[in-house]
């Protein structure tokens, strides 16, 4: 059987519901800076949250090309999967490493909804991208885990039930490997005593419900670990691909979005009495970026492919993400460029997309060390850092 990554009726489904939260609705959300409920609930009720859920826990058990469609397609209709998508991923952590009393105390109230697993707490202050070199400790005393430190950049957690936490149990100066001593733990914000953990949201340019968390000795059960004490950081490593390649679907919906906006306004614009689309200074770029889009979507598919055969493709979803965030960012530059003044003007919703944009040359990997990881793992060449 021919291998697809098209799924029609799931893409028709998604548009559809998508039509229903137009770019008024997402400018509202920006002007107030506050959070899609509305629209995150819809796509909850629809199972779309719940795709990659075995069906015996209340999910969709659909692959990770069925996924992959289904945030592509918010994208390209212009909506925003930021405020959602970490859940489509993180959740893979505890089918993946969790024992079977916490999949079921878990996975089924993230599939119905009843519970959001939106938050995911590793990047901190000083360490940013160097996981390893974290200081947020959890200590065991009796059956509680104690947890201190600070995390950055985990987003919804305003909004989120359950909290995908890292954090170092045994010093680093006390293991043989830095990489080992660090565990995960999920944890329940609605059951943690208030005055051991602060969220402080932080103002972006992008309205991405972002936040800062301060732990004081908050206490988690040690039914709250994840798998074995010490390997958490391979734990969160196993889900990096997946990561990769729904994050880069998004980028492709976006990219989608950016050169369908161009084209359309290219051909009806008129100055100097012709459509400004008659000139190639202006159809050179919008075909430069379909090509580049349509390259990296083709990378996206062969990850995807290699993913559901149960392969393990690093190489392959690193440089998706890489080429489908470029192959955006192009896009978005391309079409505020085409619009000219307008395109800076919020009714036209382009500011906005360009903006939300802008995150994926960063998050949630930079391009500049997925580089160093094509250059170290790829091409074997000495590690840069």
């Known amino acids: ?138 200590k065991l005393k009796g059956n509680h885990y104690y947890i201190c430190g600070q995390k950055i950049w985990t987003s919804r957690a305003e909004y989120s039930d359950l909290l995908l936490l890292l954090a170092r149990t045994t010093p680093i100066s006390k293991v043989n490997k830095k990489t080992d001593g660090l565990s995960v ?3 329940d914000l609605r059951e943690v005593p208030k005055n051991t953990i602060s969220i402080k949201p932080i103002k972006t340019m992008m309205n991405h419900s972002t936040t800062e968390l301060f732990f004081d000795n908050m206490p988690v059960h040690q039914n709250n670990l994840i798998g074995e004490e010490g390997k958490g950081f391979k734990y969160i490593l196993s889900g990096m691909n997946a990561e990769r390649i729904l994050i880069s679907a998004e980028c492709i919906g976006d990219a989608k979005w950016f050169i369908n906006k161009a084209r359309s306004y290219a051909s009806e614009r008129e100055v100097f009495q012709r459509k400004i689309g008659q000139n190639q200074g202006i159809q050179f770029p919008i075909s430069r970026c379909y090509s580049q889009m349509r390259a990296a979507e083709l990378m996206m598919h062969e990850a995807i492919r290699l993913f559901d055969l149960g392969e ?72 840069s850092y």
């Open 312 to 383: 393990n493709p690093g190489e392959e979803a690193n440089i998706s993400k890489l080429l489908c965030a470029d192959a955006q960012w192009q896009a978005a530059e391309t079409c505020i460029q085409t619009y000219g003044g307008f395109g800076f003007a919020e009714e036209y919703d382009i500011e906005r997309k360009f903006r939300e944009a802008r995150l994926y040359q960063v998050a949630p990997i930079s391009t500049n060390l997925i580089l160093s990881y094509i250059a170290e793992h790829v091409l074997d060449m000495p590690r």
């Open 185 to 187: 733990f999920i944890v």
């Open 1 to 138: 059987m021919k291998y697809s990554v098209n799924h029609p009726e799931i893409r028709e489904a998604v548009s559809k519901l998508c039509s229903n939260f137009p770019g008024k609705y997402w400018q509202s959300c920006d002007q107030d800076k506050s959070y899609p409920h509305e629209f995150v609930e819809a796509l909850t009720s629809a199972g779309y949250l719940s795709a990659l859920i075995p069906e015996e826990y209340g999910g969709q058990n659909l692959s990770l090309s069925e996924a992959a469609a289904i945030l592509e397609e918010i994208h390209k209709s212009g909506c925003n999967a930021a405020a959602c998508h970490a859940q489509m991923y993180t959740m893979g952590t505890i089918l993946r490493h969790g024992s079977e009393k916490q999949k079921q105390a878990y996975l089924p109230s993230i599939a119905n909804g009843s519970s959001r697993l939106q938050a995911f707490g590793v990047t901190e202050p000083s360490s940013g991208t160097d996981t390893t070199s974290l200081k947020c400790s959890a």
